[in-house]
């Protein structure tokens, strides 16, 4: 059974840094692309940023710079570095995983961030 668990969410004030952290259990995790999505009040789903099990980093316009994807194979533990938070980064924020010879994929429960202005 597949299960990712999100961490690290949080009340922060605007320029802040938070890291999200999501374990991932049930998976063969070093051959599975790894993502960060938010969903803010009102609003779509939405890629933050995406990590190949070659560790490709791809990223939303909107947080390149300021965010930053890394995995753990060891730990079978993908992170977001959230740095520079403004309030318009307040959202749950959900990690999803796809092992790379499978269609299906898996969402975590959701971790909410707030920044404060």
């Known amino acids: 059974q597949v299960q990712l668990v999100e961490s690290g969410g949080g009340l922060v004030q605007a320029g802040g840094s938070l890291r999200l952290s999501c374990a991932a259990s049930?998976?063969?995790?070093?051959?599975?692309?790894l993502g960060w999505y938010r969903q803010a009040p009102g609003k779509q789903r939405e890629l933050v940023a995406s990590i190949s099990s070659a560790s490709t980093t791809n990223y939303a316009d909107s947080v390149k710079g300021r965010f930053t994807i890394s995995r753990d194979n060891a730990k079978n533990t993908v992170y977001l570095q959230m740095n520079s938070l403004n309030p318009e980064d307040t959202a749950v924020y959900y990690c999803?995983?796809?092992?790379?010879?499978?269609?299906?994929?898996?969402w975590g429960q959701g971790t909410q961030v707030t920044v404060s202005s």
């Open positions: 049930g998976i063969i995790f070093r051959f599975s692309s």
């Open positions: 999803n995983v796809k092992q790379n010879w499978d269609t299906a994929v898996y």
